[in-house]
């Protein structure tokens, strides 16, 4: 990291282009604030990561080092979920708290990070420690008529939130259809739940306006959006899956707490990864634990593998392709400790410079990753291959 940070003065006018799902297009990240501010919605706690849960995890990694790389501050928050129905069916299931739950899956998480050698710019934030700011959020949208009360939850009314549906491409007809949070007596079948107040959990919060209940999930992580950031940053990430009704939930919800039209600049999804066809997920039961991986091949390989597609794009599992990077592996690192004459500095400058311009296009890993790779066929200086695999961040 230090060398990434000595070298920050080089680079800082470089432009970039970063997806921006909201707007459906490449948008130039300068000129650059002097804090990127990146919220990462992350797993739940009540089972194993897998590699689905790595992909999103160490694509922000690399964004996180490849912000620092160019010099700038980089606070990348990554929220952790331990309020959840599916938290307290596992703490029934196994005889034990949903404190206790939550709490043994936070450091089977910091386990699985520290295998994959990520996460370590990463700052994490627990929704359980947030429940107080939730609560005056739900306070301020309900005082707002923008949320109201039915059968003892509280919904947010999305037909007056500002463009929902914008990020997902839904009419409000087609939102309907969707029939998300169904209950009786909601004022539309679109609205969203922000408390709820039906004993779908044995995690009870207790608020005197409300009852008893527990913040639901998209409040949860505007919470610490409105904490940590005061609901103003640049950019919000996750997996695709989250686009609805998660993270249009959670812009609706910015826009209403902070009167702004755009409190996010840049909402970035990563594509899912996949295996036999579905989408792999621990409640379809078909995952490939990151820990079980992490026997087979070294952290290097697997992030290599993840690297060879373009993040937006889904990943469709291969054992067979896995393999291959065993030895793509090998053969970076026995580049990286030999030695290479001075008069190639020139040819490996350049393949710096078109290795920083596909990461500049909306982080092209799978370009950058070929023009490394076409790099130590060709004799790249060992000096420069280290800038690129720190910024990769692959150990050697």
């Not at 949860?220 to 950019?235: N, P, T, V």
């Not at 993270?247 to 919800?253: A, C, N, S, V």
């Not at 078909?286 to 070294?298: C, G, P, V, Y």
């Not at 311009?357 to 130590?376: E, K």
Request: hydrophobic share 40%.
């Amino acid at each position: 990291m230090q060398l990434l940070l000595s070298l920050c003065d080089t680079v800082k006018n470089l432009i970039m282009k970063l997806f921006d799902t909201l707007r459906m297009k490449k948008i130039r990240l300068g000129p650059y604030p002097d804090q990127i501010k990146i919220l990462v919605c992350g797993p739940t706690l009540y089972e194993l990561c897998h590699l689905g849960h790595a992909r999103v995890l160490y694509f922000y990694d690399l964004m996180t080092r490849y912000f620092i790389y160019k010099g700038f501050h980089t606070m990348t928050v990554v929220t952790i979920t331990d309020i959840d129905p599916k938290i307290s069916a596992k703490a029934i299931g196994v005889g034990n708290s949903t404190q206790g739950v939550s709490d043994k899956f936070m450091i089977e998480l910091l386990h699985d990070m520290s295998l994959l050698q990520i996460g370590r710019s990463f700052l994490l934030a627990r929704v359980s420690d947030y429940v107080n700011v939730a609560i005056v959020l739900i306070k301020k949208l309900s005082s707002e008529k923008l949320a109201y009360s039915a059968s003892g939850n509280i919904y947010i009314d999305v037909r007056k939130v500002l463009r929902y549906g914008e990020m997902s491409g839904l009419s409000y007809d087609k939102i309907k259809e969707l029939r998300i949070d169904i209950a009786a007596n909601k004022r539309n079948p679109g609205d969203i739940l922000l408390w709820n107040s039906i004993n779908l959990s044995c995690q009870q919060f207790f608020e005197p306006a409300f009852g008893k209940g527990i913040p639901w999930w998209h409040i949860q992580d505007a919470s610490i959006a409105m904490s940590m950031f005061e609901g103003r940053y640049d950019i919000h990430g996750g997996g695709i899956e989250l686009i609805y009704p998660h993270h249009e939930t959670i812009l609706g919800q910015l826009r209403a707490l902070t009167n702004l039209a755009r409190p996010v600049n840049w909402w970035s999804h990563v594509g899912t990864v996949t295996i036999r066809g579905n989408k792999m997920s621990n409640s379809l039961s078909n995952t490939l634990k990151i820990r079980d991986l992490a026997r087979e091949f070294l952290p290097n390989v697997i992030k290599l593998y993840l690297l060879s597609k373009h993040y937006r794009e889904d990943l469709s599992f291969s054992r067979t392709h896995l393999k291959r990077y065993v030895a793509i592996n090998n053969l970076i690192a026995e580049s990286i400790v030999s030695e290479n004459d001075s008069d190639c500095i020139s040819y490996s400058n350049k393949i710096f410079e078109k290795f920083q311009t596909y990461l500049d296009n909306d982080f092209d890993t799978q370009g950058a990753l070929s023009i490394l790779l076409d790099g130590i066929t060709n004799g790249i200086d060992r000096t420069i291959l280290s800038k690129m695999t720190d910024i990769f961040g692959l150990y050697y």
